[in-house]
């Protein structure tokens, strides 16, 4: 984009050429997303079906006519966070929680989320001073924090806000770039040790993989 609006192209047929990519590039985007969506709702409905459903016959018929989404000019199938912590870090003396939606920053954002809600502000302001990228994970103050300049336009870092807290998490980062912090986060910032968290990267389609298995 930046090459297309470069003021020393100046060749009217080089110009003419280039014209039509940023529209061609924002359908592109539109379609990823449109995709991103349809998953997400079909992902959903599965999940509100109970396990006697999903052994019938019949339901098993459907959802095998579901098939997984194609790969987009060859690019890698995308990957969403898996995030498990054990129950007794919440105060609980079962099972462990799971934080796995279909977007990877919605993980992020619901985890910190959890978070300020069982362990109150005071996680949320030691996440405050760990940098991710050059920049604090967590702020309060995102359109100041997470401003970059991108030439001659000043932009805002992707963020979300973590509950009610008043407190945002910079989402702008690779999934693998994600989990790589959300270790560091749960070993050195909640002191959890290896037993008793587990994060990764998961297949976003891997529930419809072991639905049809």
């Given at each position: 984009?930046?090459?297309?609006?470069?003021?020393?192209?100046?060749?009217?047929?080089?110009?003419a050429?280039?014209?039509?990519?940023?529209?061609?590039?924002?359908?592109?985007?539109?379609?990823?997303?449109?995709?991103?969506?349809?998953?997400?709702?079909?992902?959903?409905?599965?999940?509100?079906?109970?396990?006697?459903?999903?052994?019938?016959?019949?339901?098993?018929?459907?959802?095998?006519?579901?098939?997984?989404?194609?790969?987009?000019?060859?690019?890698?199938?995308?990957?969403?966070?898996?995030?498990?912590?054990d129950?007794?870090?919440?105060?609980?003396?079962?099972?462990?929680?799971?934080?796995?939606e279909?977007?990877?920053?919605?993980?992020?954002?619901?985890f910190?989320?959890?978070?300020?809600?069982?362990?109150?502000?005071?996680?949320?302001?030691?996440?405050?001073?760990?940098?991710?990228?050059?920049?604090?994970?967590?702020?309060?103050?995102?359109k100041?924090?997470?401003?970059?300049?991108?030439?001659?336009?000043?932009?805002?870092?992707?963020?979300?806000?973590?509950?009610?807290?008043?407190?945002?998490?910079?989402?702008?980062?690779?999934?693998?770039?994600?989990?790589?912090?959300?270790?560091?986060?749960?070993?050195?910032?909640?002191?959890?040790p290896?037993?008793?968290?587990?994060?990764?990267?998961?297949e976003k389609?891997?529930?419809?993989?072991?639905?049809?298995?």
């Open positions: 984009m930046g090459l297309i609006k470069n003021p020393a192209l100046n060749d009217s047929a080089t110009i050429l280039l014209g039509p990519i940023p529209a061609k590039l924002q359908q592109l985007q539109g379609q990823i997303d449109e995709i991103e969506q349809e998953a997400t709702r079909i992902e959903n409905l599965i999940k509100t079906l109970n396990a006697k459903d999903r052994n019938s016959t019949a339901s098993r018929a459907a959802f095998q006519s579901v098939v997984p989404l194609p790969r987009l000019n060859g690019r890698q199938e995308q990957k969403k966070i898996r995030i498990e912590i129950g007794s870090f919440w105060g609980k003396s079962h099972k462990p929680e799971v934080f796995c279909h977007m990877a920053s919605d993980t992020l954002a619901k910190f989320a959890r978070l300020y809600a069982v362990k109150g502000v005071e996680v949320l302001e030691k996440l405050s001073k760990f940098k991710v990228n050059r920049r604090m994970l967590v702020s309060k103050n995102p100041s924090d997470y401003r970059y300049r991108s030439g001659a336009t000043e932009k805002i870092y992707s963020h979300q806000a973590i509950g009610n807290s008043g407190y945002f998490v910079l989402t702008h980062s690779k999934t693998g770039e994600k989990v790589d912090f959300l270790r560091t986060v749960c070993s050195k910032i909640l002191n959890l290896d037993h008793m968290f587990k994060v990764e990267e998961v389609n891997d529930w419809l993989k072991d639905l049809l298995a």
